[in-house]
């Protein structure tokens, strides 16, 4: 048999549905008519029965009656006579109900419920045009009301919801009835016809999953009928001897790909030793871009070890100890900047330089680089401790951090390149290590890393302007400040007295400035900085600056 006489028989109870399911249709349309014609004949006697009320009440005006109280209850009790002779049915109840939501006039005998008469008042004064439905007395109704104003009636025309539904609810019973066995009978003939259908299709599938369960691709699926499924049956043998040829250079070309991941895989652990790993990804993804530079803001800083020269000689005897202190040293130190995802860029003798904002940006750089120069300076603390019990020397650092553009990329030739920064403000955080030594502070930050660090809610640091200084080779001013995660009491109290000395300092309001820096250094006991800030202030108030004068020390040195 033909798979075309299979569709026809398959096709055939779709159609005999399909035909029950229009006569459905031809039944919600009588459905739609039987409800408009029984609203338009309730819509008709609201309006015949408004128009006698009009005229009863144009009668009394005409005659002048308006104002006798024995012929308005007369008009009253002909609408109400009237009102009966149009009703049709022992559940249609036309009533009135006066503002207060009283009955006036009933045609039966009524009882309206308070929270009822409360929401039917409330539909009333909507004013809403067309059926309406309400609750009255327990039982769901549906009205048609208007207000005459002479008499200040609502006029209610209602009917159970029930009865005035009756016939249409029928329909839908009918409907809904004939749909479903229509329903039932598409389902048996479609289930009988579509397994006969799918019988040979079955089998077909049960084949394929064996062989593709097997992973046996030297099997065939059997060729049942000469129409489309065995055709279909005979392209899919086809197409498996395809596979089994190719399954060999599937396999062949997996291998090689495993090969090629592990050692992908072993290049990137190795040089995660020397290059960042967002750098190595960064390759991988776009080898072409590493040949470009890019100007960035970053933040970039420098760790030198004091003293180096003579830790190194008390070394001179044992130089694996060195190496080993170098080490550890160096360990924590960079364990901290690539936690706070900075950048290591070199080594450079005893000294760290590292940058955060390349070559993925983070959104916090600034701040970050700050907290891990904080971090470096407390962890020296352990390594001292662990120096000073094996009767080795501790390392004392200075670190300088600037923040500003400067150009980042892969620097050098074909045959050796560095991923690296340059520039002016690379310079300046070199220069700023240097004059940790000068200022007698541990870690110093520049003007614009200060300005950076005020953006962020997060940087919830103390700061202290220490100097305004133009370094080796510059004449324009920075400021520098030191920073610290915490104070004392005492430091707080200082560091504020010091920050408004500075700010006298720079008014030129020697005097008053020197007595600032005078109780900071009464509160710091005998502080460097704040005894080296007294000392030009008295100095200016016997010799002022020129007019000129700016604040900035120039500094000969690195």
């Known amino acids: 048999m033909k798979i075309r006489l299979k569709i026809i028989l398959v096709v055939l109870p779709l159609i005999v549905v399909t035909l029950c399911i229009a006569e459905a249709a031809s039944y919600f349309a009588a459905l739609k008519g039987i409800n408009k014609v029984t609203r338009q004949f309730f819509d008709f006697k609201a309006g015949e029965l408004k128009n006698y009320t009009e005229n009863q009440w144009a009668l009394l005006m005409e005659n002048g009656y308006a104002g006798n109280a024995?012929?308005?209850?007369?008009?009253?009790?002909?609408?109400?006579?009237?009102?009966?002779?149009?009703?049709?049915?022992?559940?249609?109840?036309?009533?009135?109900?006066?503002?207060?939501?009283?009955?006036?006039?009933?045609?039966?005998?009524?009882?309206?419920?308070?929270?009822?008469?409360?929401?039917?008042?409330?539909?009333?004064?909507?004013?809403?045009?067309?059926?309406?439905?309400?609750?009255?007395?327990?039982?769901?109704?549906?009205?048609?009301?208007?207000?005459?104003?002479?008499?200040?009636?609502?006029?209610i025309l209602s009917e159970e919801?029930?009865?005035?539904?009756?016939?249409?609810?029928?329909?839908?019973?009918?409907?809904?009835?004939?749909?479903?066995?229509?329903?039932?009978?598409?389902?048996?003939?479609?289930?009988f016809f579509s397994r006969f259908l799918t019988g040979p299709l079955n089998r077909m599938v049960k084949a394929m999953n064996g062989i593709i369960g097997s992973a046996n691709l030297s099997s065939r699926v059997e060729v049942e009928y000469r129409d489309e499924t065995g055709t279909l049956a005979h392209t899919f043998n086809l197409m498996i001897g395809e596979l089994e040829k190719a399954w060999v250079q599937i396999k062949r070309y997996a291998f090689e790909a495993v090969l090629a991941g592990k050692k992908e895989q072993r290049i990137r652990q190795i040089f995660q030793k020397y290059v960042p790993k967002d750098l190595i990804d960064k390759f991988f993804a776009a080898p072409e871009s590493m040949l470009v530079g890019d100007n960035r803001e970053l933040s970039i800083l420098f760790s030198d070890i004091r003293g180096f020269t003579t830790i190194s000689e008390s070394f001179s005897n044992a130089p694996d100890k060195l190496v080993e202190s170098l080490n550890r040293y160096f360990s924590g130190q960079v364990d901290i900047i690539m936690n706070r995802n900075g950048i290591v860029d070199k080594y450079i003798g005893d000294a760290i330089m590292a940058f955060w904002g390349a070559p993925v940006k983070h959104g916090d750089d600034a701040l970050q680089s700050v907290l891990s120069g904080l971090d470096m300076i407390e962890a020296l603390k352990k390594f001292n401790e662990y120096q000073r019990n094996a009767g080795q020397p501790e390392f004392h650092i200075g670190i300088g951090i600037a923040y500003g553009t400067v150009t980042v990329g892969n620097i050098g030739s074909e045959r050796k390149m560095d991923y690296t920064v340059i520039g002016d403000m690379v310079n300046l955080a070199s220069r700023m290590e240097g004059l940790t030594k000068t200022y007698h502070a541990e870690i110093l930050i520049s003007e614009t890393l200060y300005a950076e660090l005020q953006k962020s809610p997060d940087a919830v640091l103390h700061y202290r302007l220490i100097d305004t200084v133009a370094v080796k080779g510059k004449t324009k001013g920075v400021k520098i400040y030191t920073v610290k995660r915490n104070l004392t009491p005492n430091e707080e109290k200082a560091w504020a007295v010091h920050n408004k000395g500075m700010?006298?300092?720079?008014?030129?309001?020697?005097?008053?400035?020197?007595?600032?820096?005078?109780?900071?250094?009464t509160l710091s006991n005998d502080d460097f900085n704040a005894r080296n800030l007294f000392n030009r202030c008295a100095a200016y108030i016997t010799n002022p600056p020129p007019a000129d004068w700016d604040g900035v020390e120039v500094m000969k040195t690195k």
């Open 503 to 521: 700010e006298l300092y720079y008014r030129r309001s020697f005097r008053e400035a020197a007595e600032k820096f005078r109780e900071v250094v």
């Open 161 to 191: 919801r029930a009865a005035f539904y009756r016939e249409a609810d029928a329909i839908t019973t009918q409907t809904i009835i004939m749909l479903i066995a229509s329903s039932l009978i598409a389902v048996i003939l479609l289930f």
């Open 70 to 155: 024995d012929m308005v209850a007369a008009a009253k009790n002909a609408i109400e006579s009237y009102s009966r002779s149009i009703i049709l049915s022992d559940t249609e109840i036309i009533f009135a109900l006066d503002d207060a939501g009283e009955v006036s006039m009933t045609t039966s005998e009524l009882y309206i419920f308070e929270e009822e008469r409360a929401a039917l008042l409330a539909q009333l004064n909507e004013e809403t045009e067309g059926l309406l439905q309400t609750s009255i007395g327990g039982r769901d109704w549906v009205f048609r009301a208007f207000y005459f104003t002479p008499f200040g009636w609502y006029i």
